[in-house]
């Protein structure tokens, strides 16, 4: 099925300027980046992404680190686009994260994991339209 996903490159890898690396090992995949910017979060909007997990004990913690600096976030396009960036990802902790994939090679811990995918056709609808308009994604 031809999929949206959406993907957040994190301030830890931002901040090391590995942003680009990171979505070209995207792209490599054959996944097409139909819309990227860079956009600072407050923590009050870090909060509502991640509204999810509010009730988890990492949450504020989360939410402080996601608006702590700048991130990039970025739409692909492809097959099964939401299943192919999870696994390009690797594991939410680079620690058990597959030798190769992004968060073994750049993940700093469980929470400094340099990248956000969308974990379903539903979370991505929400997450895609919370970053970009029709116009920005035609
Ligand atoms: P995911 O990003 O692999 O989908 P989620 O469980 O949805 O993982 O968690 C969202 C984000 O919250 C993670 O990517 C990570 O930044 C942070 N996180 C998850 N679990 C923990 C934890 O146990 N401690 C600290 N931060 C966590
Ligand atoms: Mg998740």
Do not use: C, W
Request: proline residues 4%; without cysteine; neutral net charge.
């Amino acid at each position: 099925m031809l999929e949206r996903t959406l993907v957040i490159i994190k301030p830890d890898a931002v901040g090391r300027n590995i942003t680009f690396q990171i979505l070209s090992m995207i792209e490599k995949e054959g996944l097409k980046p139909i819309a990227v910017k860079s956009v600072r979060l407050s923590k009050d909007e870090a909060g509502k992404f991640y509204y999810v997990h509010r009730d988890k004990p990492f949450f504020e913690s989360l939410t402080n680190y996601m608006s702590s600096g700048k991130v990039v976030v970025a739409v692909f396009e492809g097959e099964n686009a939401i299943e192919r960036v999870r696994k390009i990802m690797g594991a939410t902790d680079p620690k058990k994260a597959e030798k190769g994939t992004i968060r073994n090679l750049f993940g700093i811990d469980i929470e400094k994991n340099s990248i956000h995918g969308s974990d379903s056709p539903q979370s991505a609808e929400f997450e895609i339209k919370f970053f970009f308009s029709e116009y920005e994604l035609l």
